[in-house]
């Protein structure tokens, strides 16, 4: 049986990518993107695509289109990412206390997704986060969801806790259906910034996938190429590190999983059924909370740039899904 995988990396304001690009899949295929895949993981501004893209409305259709996501980045990005002169004051900077408040990406999260259950998401989704109390991952599962009350979650508080990035908001503290003690979570680009090799693992582990039986899709938010010299590093100690070296993780981590799938998917099978579409971020600011309208402009071209060269790839990928 066919298995069809989509996985979304983090990267904040940068989810503007992956979103224009799956709204050309949408429209090239002519059909929403949870009728496309079996699983769809995601993490950081990919877990918040993931849930959005998942989530049912009327008569159990998609109550989004990705061109509808693609509208929060640039409608809400400056709500998100904003924090008033006090803040600033009181943070230091960003030195003692989260970059931003949460009350705005709160605000954006409840009036998208309202009171949606995981349990109730029209397909397989995996959205990671990492569990600051018990020191370990915590995965957000669809299948485990509709299984048992305390697996399930209101999709605006999976989103807050996957996009709980460190230094930029304060961690997520969000109770299950069942109640009980709360669970403590941030961003899971800590360990999984491309969760590509999450999805493939549950795709076999969970779902019974067989690798030769497998299309996967994987969405990157642009590779960082803004340099960190050797003059200025060797000085920093830990507050020039702390916001560094949370964007060497995430990047680190989505090249070596990027390699890790590629390298298992076609060591199995050399048709080509693995797709990865992402570009280095040469122009534009490649932060995580610049949502500046230049900012937002210069994604939007890249990701249009990224769809004229994919296109004979991305078409020849609707038709694998479309089958």
Known sequence: MPFRVLSIDGGGIRGIIPALILA???????????KMFDLIAGTSTGGILAVGLTMAGARRKPKFSARDLVALY?????????RSKWHQ???????????YP???????????????????SLTNVLVTAYDIELRRPHFFKSDRARKWPDRDFHLADIARATSAAPTYFE?????????????????????????????LVESICTYGAKLT????????????????????????????????????????VSDTVDFQVKSILQMADEESRYLRIQAPLHEGNDDMD?????????????AKELIATHSDAI???????KD
């Open 89 to 99: 004051i009181r943070a230091v900077g960003n030195l003692a206390e989260e970059k």
């Open 315 to 321: 078409d020849a990928m609707v038709e694998r899904l």
């Open 74 to 82: 640039e409608e809400e990005g400056d709500d998100i990412f904003h």
């Open 213 to 252: 039986d497998m299309t996967f899709v994987s969405l990157g938010t642009g590779e960082l190429t803004r340099p960190i010299l050797f003059e200025e590093a060797k000085g920093w100690g830990l507050a020039k590190w702390a916001q560094p070296i949370l964007s060497v993780v995430f990047d680190g």
């Open 290 to 302: 610049d949502a500046s309208r230049t900012n937002i402009k210069v994604l939007k071209l890249l």
């Open 171 to 199: 961690p997520a503290q969000i109770k299950s259906r069942a109640g009980g003690d709360p669970v403590a979570l941030v961003d899971g680009g800590v360990f999984a910034n491309n969760p590509a090799a999450c999805a």
């Open 24 to 34: 050309e899949l949408e429209q090239r295929a002519e059909r929403p993107i949870a």
């Open 102 to 120: 949460s009350d705005g990406i709160e605000r954006v999260l409840r009036e998208r997704f309202a009171e949606a259950w995981l349990s109730d």
